[in-house]
């Protein structure tokens, strides 16, 4: 290789490396998550193809960021008119993961594949499987602690695939490095923070919660200091904006698991 | 008719004390043994003959007629114009075994289950034992006609439908499958779609007398991982070649070690008397020998491999030939894209359950049972190629539940035994108002329920719960019931 190849092949690698720092290319396809409240919550509008998104549980696993990741991938699992929808694969190391709860989510629960591998090294392994796999559209599953390369090896393997990755963790995520392309802190809203809602064993179920984008690098921003409040309805099964709050700092931020 | 019976009817002479009755006690081994010579007579007609299924593999035991070592069945797709039809083709057979002294029945269906059922009929009904040819598409219409044996159910089930009066298949279909499935169980109901063809049976075909193999012995033992890899993947892809010249695609690839290591002897599986053996299984049949030593190396992670190796041999199993893909009039790009969606699927589902194992990588599926813990079944996703059993990996995937309660009704993680709570307090007729979880207190916000699962005392899982949804101050929820009757709460689930 002569040095002006080796000169261009670096340059190339180089690029590459700092793909995910920059803001979404024009090839690159942003899906709309089916909830209007969502795709203007996300920076690109939507999931981009081909990136990492974290979900980080304020408090405990209750919090629900899984179910936000669920519904906001719901619409990539179901059949456009010009393509067909790969699977959800979801890759659960604890095994209580209970399917039952999808179908009612809205999702089309056609090709759910269910991976449980049984040590960490065989987790680490399925993931990037499963995000280098172009048959699959949406993966997700619980990643508290990562190494910074393994992260990095699930990034391009996500590139890769061209699916979308969707990282549970929990608080203690949110001082270490990430390779994520949208890192968002969600917490549960409870009756008792002020909100009007219905008292005692009230008919509504309506679910709430707040969300803020920590970190976002397709669109190349950061913390805004925002909070999102968001209201899932059990009548129509959408999910609504209910407000945009300022915020100087994460409220309520419990390392917990 | 009982032995007894016959010792009875036969009543013994005074010159021969067992009244010229001889008893041959039954051996179902030598019996399969027998019926898989007779398959070197059926593969003049077709390459693909199997046995009956083993029973209790791949389903739960119980008594189940289609096991029983009487039957051969074939796959005569293709075969049938060269004895001029299917009709043909089946005279042919029948007289082949009539010439050498079997009393044989035949009979040409769309699925094994039917087949098996309609050679069968004969015996049930006392009809002529005449080959029979079903028209195709015609298989249930020909099924409805028979008696309940012809489903192949459990006698148990078969002795009771009996005393309901339920005589023929007509009448049990006509009943709702919701109270089969309730008063029978899950396996009447999956034998039923069997017999009736609804389920992909796969033939597990035995072996053609002359395997698709490679082997290589070496002259001095070899312990050098890099060489026993590069000699396993130069095997690999002569069995790949093997195959294509043969026409044919393999569902497992079973890889075998002949080796002089002391270290790993007997006692781990597969391994005994310096030999090991594993196999590689596919979700759909293969040749290409890229993805199959891929596949291969992946399964070779999961063994500690032995030293001072002396032979290493691979071998190709189940050989089928390969199914054409049905072409599309139109919309060929969608119908492509679909198709290059599921192979890519099956790919990633081989390479996971060969290298996780095929207990780690499974389909959902959504019962309509009540209980939290049965509701969802895992089907493993691995064919006939992982296991050896006969199941095939259904990439449908789960079916929706009709029975629904609601948006967030229920959790996204269930905990397995559901977990005791201190409770501090509980709401008159409700959920408890403060509890302990996790090391702190928690304050229940609002609540939902109760939501009463209740099964019969009849079914084999007695339960009677009252379920709340709760929401405590910091937004999180869970899943917490009580049982009927009882004071202690559990935390069941958790809405992630």
Request: aromatic fraction near 6%; charged fraction near 25%.
């Amino acid at each position: 290789m002569s040095r002006l190849e080796q000169i261009d092949s670096l340059a190339r690698r180089l690029r590459r490396m700092e793909r995910s720092r920059r803001p979404l290319e024009a090839g690159e396809v942003v899906e709309g998550t089916g909830h209007a409240a969502l795709d203007s919550l996300l920076p690109a509008g939507g999931l981009a193809r081909g990136r990492l998104f974290e979900w980080i549980n304020a408090r405990g696993p209750g919090t629900g960021a899984v179910t936000l990741a669920l519904l906001a991938a719901g619409e990539l699992t179901k059949d456009g008119e010009n393509r067909t929808a790969g699977a959800l694969a979801v890759i659960d190391r604890d095994g209580g993961f209970y399917p039952a709860a999808v179908a009612e989510m809205g999702l089309s629960p056609k090709g759910l594949l269910l991976v449980r591998p049984e040590s960490e090294t065989e987790w680490l392994w399925a993931v990037e499987q499963v995000l280098r796999s172009p048959a699959v559209d949406v993966m997700l599953t619980w990643a508290d602690r990562i190494d910074d390369r393994v992260f990095r090896r699930w990034q391009l393997a996500a590139e890769a695939g061209g699916g979308v990755g969707m990282l549970v963790r929990s608080a203690e995520a949110l001082g270490t490095p990430s390779w994520a392309s949208v890192r968002l802190l969600v917490r549960g809203w409870a009756c008792g923070d002020g909100m009007e809602c219905g008292g005692g064993s009230g008919k509504r179920v309506g679910r709430r919660w707040s969300v803020r984008v920590l970190r976002d690098r397709t669109g190349g921003g950061g913390d805004d200091g925002f909070e999102w409040l968001l209201e899932w309805d059990d009548e129509t099964g959408g999910l609504h904006l209910l407000s945009r709050l300022e915020c100087p700092a994460p409220a309520g931020v419990q390392a917990t698991r | 008719m009982p032995l007894a019976e016959a010792r009875a009817v036969l009543s013994p002479s005074s010159e021969e004390e067992s009244g010229g009755l001889e008893v041959i006690e039954a051996n179902s081994g030598r019996d399969r043994e027998s019926l898989a010579i007779q398959c070197r007579c059926a593969w003049r007609f077709t390459p693909r003959v199997a046995l009956p299924p083993v029973p209790g593999v791949g389903r739960p035991a119980g008594s189940d007629p289609r096991t029983r070592p009487e039957s051969l069945l074939a796959n005569i797709t293709g075969c049938g114009h060269l004895f001029g039809d299917d009709h043909g083709l089946a005279m042919a057979m029948q007289e082949d075994w009539s010439q050498r002294g079997f009393r044989v029945r035949v009979a040409v269906a769309g699925s094994p289950g039917t087949a098996w059922a309609i050679a069968h009929a004969a015996h049930w009904t006392g009809q002529p034992a005449a080959p029979l040819v079903v028209t195709p598409g015609r298989d249930e219409q020909w099924m409805r006609r028979l008696p309940i044996e012809a489903l192949a159910l459990e006698t148990r089930v078969v002795r009771t439908l009996r005393e309901l009066g339920v005589l023929r298949v007509d009448r049990l279909l006509e009943l709702p499958a919701s109270e089969v499935k309730r008063r029978f169980g899950d396996e009447t109901l999956w034998r039923i779609d069997r017999a009736l063809g609804q389920i992909d049976e796969p033939l597990d075909c035995l072996p053609m007398p002359d395997p698709v193999v490679a082997w290589k012995a070496f002259e001095h033992p070899v312990s050098r991982m890099d060489w026993l890899e590069e000699v396993l993947q130069g095997l690999v892809v002569e069995v790949a070649e093997g195959l294509k010249r043969r026409g044919r695609v393999a569902w497992r690839l079973v890889c075998r070690v002949c080796h002089e290591d002391s270290e790993v002897g007997p006692g781990g599986p597969g391994r005994a008397g310096g030999r090991m053996e594993w196999a590689t299984g596919l979700v759909e049949p293969g040749r290409e020998a890229a993805h199959l030593w891929g596949l291969v190396q992946l399964r070779m992670q999961r063994h500690r491999w032995p030293r001072q190796v002396t032979r290493l041999e691979v071998q190709a199993e189940g050989l089928v030939v390969p199914e054409r893909p049905q072409e599309t009039l139109f919309d060929a790009d969608a119908e492509a894209a679909c198709q290059r969606v599921k192979r890519g699927l099956v790919r990633l589902v081989e390479r996971l359950a060969n290298r996780l194992g095929r207990h780690a990588v499974a389909w959902p599926v959504l019962s309509d049972d009540v209980v939290p813990e049965a509701v969802v079944q895992l089907r493993p996703v691995a064919g006939p190629g992982v296991d050896g059993t006969s199941g095939r990996a259904d990439l449908s995937g789960p079916e929706a539940n009709g029975g629904r309660v609601g948006p967030a009704s229920r959790p996204l993680r269930l905990i397995d035994g559901p977990r005791a709570i201190e409770v501090m307090a509980v709401a008159p007729q409700g959920p408890p108002v403060r509890f302990g979880w996790e090391g702190r207190t928690c304050h229940v916000s609002r609540y939902w329920g109760p939501e009463r699962i209740e099964t019969g005392w009849w079914t084999d899982r007695q339960v009677a719960r009252d379920y709340y949804r709760v929401e405590i101050d910091t937004g999180e929820w869970y899943w917490v019931f009580r049982r009927h009757g009882e004071e202690d709460w559990f935390v069941h689930g958790v809405f992630e």
